[in-house]
């Protein structure tokens, strides 16, 4: 479930149709939310990958990271208490470092995605990271409370093996094989 808004230019090579591979599971990015904080933005594309399952593509800064959404550990220490810069928390046995904290707004959004989203909507993001090179972002109530968990990684742009990207002036598409795909009606 999604609303159509006007989305502001940006340079994104990404757009609505265009597909990858993310560990040898074909994805189609079918929807997109914008967001912006005090110091700029950033993009959230709704993935629908062929195994059944949804994640996110975020891009943000020249950094392109995957994640899926799990369930809050009911029994993590840290789920009890609001969530702060550098705190220190453990999910699935692994250690995280809350790296960054932000209060967020839609700004836009398209396509499909996977529950009702509207533009000037808040968000309480943390994002915390570990030696491993995974990273975790926690959606947040006013009071810094973690009420949504997603887990993933940082990713390459090449190792996504991209189809169907949008055209951008004065940017070559990076290998013949992400070439623009012809659509059809």
């Known amino acids: 479930m ?49 195994n059944g ?28 208490k609001p969530l702060g810069l550098e705190q220190n928390i453990t999910i699935g046995g692994e250690a995280f470092t809350i790296a960054d904290c932000k209060e967020a707004e839609c700004t836009s959004c398209e396509g499909e995605l996977p529950s009702f989203i509207k533009s000037g909507q808040k968000s309480y993001v943390a994002d915390a990271l570990n030696s491993a090179g995974k990273f975790v972002s926690l959606s947040c109530d006013q009071s810094w409370y973690a009420k949504e968990l997603f887990i993933g990684s940082y990713i390459e742009f090449n190792a996504l093996n991209f189809k169907n990207l949008r055209e951008l002036p004065g940017w070559k598409l990076p290998s013949p094989h992400l070439q623009r795909t012809k659509q059809t009606a």
């Open 53 to 80: 399952q949804k994640g996110w593509l975020a891009e943000a800064q020249g950094f392109l990271a995957i994640s899926f959404e799990q369930d809050l550990p009911e029994y993590a220490e840290w789920k009890h």
């Open 2 to 50: 999604g609303t159509i808004a006007a989305l502001p230019d940006d340079i994104s090579p990404f757009q609505i149709g265009t597909a990858g591979q993310y560990k040898n599971i074909h994805f189609l990015i079918i929807g997109r939310v914008r967001m912006s904080w005090e110091n700029g933005g950033w993009n959230e594309w709704f993935l629908w990958l062929n």
